[in-house]
């Protein structure tokens, strides 16, 4: 099992930009599926954008390509997720899930952390 604990959200105007952080313990990172979610209040969780093991491809939602962008940091055991020219639709909780099956179903991951809320205003 992976121990994942999210940082970095906050608060940020439209175009703006934030770099969340995904800290985990309990496994390596770089040798499982990592992903990147989100759930908007109403909403159901939707995949942001997920990295397969190793230095592997990347997958990202439409809603995000070429706007924010996924890395690891195999010394730190840390995944970010950089998010550029934000957009109030952005605004929800995001998560970090590992041990899925590579794809953008939020249903397949088995590890997640807590959360850390990104809120963007127009």
């Known amino acids: 099992q992976v121990q994942l604990v999210e940082s970095g959200g906050g608060s940020a105007q439209a175009g703006g930009s934030l770099r969340l952080s995904c800290v985990g313990s309990?496994?390596?990172?770089?040798?499982?599926?990592m992903g990147w979610f989100r759930q908007a209040p109403g909403k159901e969780r939707e995949g942001v954008v997920i990295i397969y093991p190793g230095s592997g491809p990347t997958v990202y939602a439409g809603s995000v390509k070429g706007r924010f962008t996924i890395s690891r940091d195999t010394a730190k055991n840390t995944v970010y997720l950089q998010m550029n020219s934000l957009k109030p639709e952005d605004t929800a909780m995001y998560y970090c899930a590992a041990r899925g099956n590579c794809g953008l179903n939020w249903r397949d991951y088995t590890d997640w952390g807590q959360g850390t809320q990104v809120t963007v205003s127009s």
């Open positions: 309990g496994n390596t990172l770089s040798s499982v599926c």
